[in-house]
T-cell receptor, first 114, second 109 residues
Framework: DAEITQSPRHKITETGRQVTLACHQT?????MFWYRQDLGHGLRLIHY???????NKGEVSDGYSVSRSNTEDLPLTLESAASSQTSVYFC?????????????FGAGTRLSVL | QKEVEQNSGPLSVPEGAIASLNCTYSDRGSQSFFWYRQYSGKSPELIMFIYSNGDKEDGRFTAQLNKASQYVSLLIRDSQPSDSATYLC?????????FGAGTRLTVKP
């Protein structure tokens, strides 16, 4: 079955380190998204991509970067991890018209920055 | 004002009752509306989507959209303990999806 997988599921890192969270989908979806979820804020969009070589900033993109070299993967990099980036990170993908897209979510990565 | 607002709850209903979840949004140009369910420690999963004014029914779930009043609601009939979860409202405006903070629903046996 097609799916979307995130790795690692849990990560502990230190302030200042570079961290990369992986997201891989086998649906052949054009659109991929990264969110973070914090208590009281719901899901907030970090970065998104509508296709290979396309990346866009979301509402909370500072300190994060993504690259899209193929359809299946959208890794999220924290350039220099900060304690404020402790959160649960979700990757999602969708296909078709973005204005009506239904997003399918990965299981999430719980990141702790100490 | 937040772009998508939900009552954080918790909302508690007895088993078999109707649960009513509400969401308001700030941009009149918003195009598409979604309800996701999220169990504790799990990822969001789609329950309903609605694009046009009116009601849309799917089993025990009904989504209601009123663009003039800028609100969307989710009704859950015959609520079951397994419906206990956080329900996230999501709105697409100019191809940008924004989520509310979610309403926590508890269905008591």
């Amino acid at each position: 079955d097609a799916e979307i997988t995130q790795s690692p599921r849990h990560k502990i890192t230190e302030t200042g380190r570079q961290v990369t969270l992986a997201c891989h989908q086998t649906w052949n979806h054009n659109n991929m998204f990264w969110y973070r979820q914090d208590l009281g804020h719901g899901l907030r969009l970090i970065h998104y991509s509508y296709g290979v070589q396309d990346t866009n900033k979301g509402e909370v993109s500072d300190g994060y970067s993504v690259s899209r070299s193929n359809t299946e993967d959208l890794p999220l990099t924290l350039e220099s991890a900060a304690s404020s980036q402790t959160s649960v990170y979700f990757c999602a993908s969708s296909d078709g018209i973005v204005a009506k897209n239904i997003q399918y979510f990965g299981a999430g990565t719980r990141l702790s920055v100490l | 004002q937040k772009e998508v607002e939900q009552n954080s709850g918790p909302l508690s209903v007895p088993e078999g009752a109707i649960a009513s979840l509400n969401c308001t949004y700030s941009d009149r140009g918003s195009q598409s509306f979604f309800w996701y369910r999220q169990y504790s420690g799990k990822s969001p999963e789609l329950i309903m989507f609605i694009y046009s004014n009116g009601d849309k029914e799917d089993g025990r779930f009904t989504a209601q959209l009123n663009k003039a009043s800028q609100y969307v609601s989710l009704l859950i009939r015959d609520s079951q303990p397994s419906d206990s979860a956080t329900y996230l409202c999501a709105v697409i405006t100019n191809n940008d999806m924004r989520f509310g903070a979610g309403t926590r629903l508890t269905v008591k046996p």
